[in-house]
């Protein structure tokens, strides 16, 4: 199995608002997946500077599941 720990010790933390509710990690996590919307700079389009986090419009109890796939690399 792929090892998908990575070092935090000079990781950035960010934000991510989905619809109101904020979810944090770290960006490495997102980085292991770069061919994906929040692995890439791509998500940069969806910053929100004023609130300093990433705004999407979705539902966020789906998007615990995504933010569980980033971390562990598995569907649960």
């Known amino acids: 199995?792929?090892?998908?720990?990575?070092?935090h010790v000079s990781d950035?933390?960010?934000s991510i608002n989905i619809s109101g509710r904020r979810f944090e990690t770290w960006?490495?996590?997102?980085e292991k997946f770069?061919?994906?919307l929040l692995g890439s700079?791509?998500?940069?389009?969806?910053?929100?500077e004023e609130t300093s986090e990433y705004f999407f419009d979705r539902d966020p109890d789906i998007f615990r599941h995504i933010l569980t796939f980033y971390r562990t690399g598995k569907l649960h």
């Open 41 to 48: 700079n791509e998500k940069e389009f969806f910053y929100d």
């Open 27 to 30: 960006r490495n996590t997102l």
């Open 1 to 7: 199995a792929k090892d998908l720990a990575v070092d």
């Open 34 to 36: 770069p061919e994906t």
């Open 12 to 14: 950035e933390r960010i």
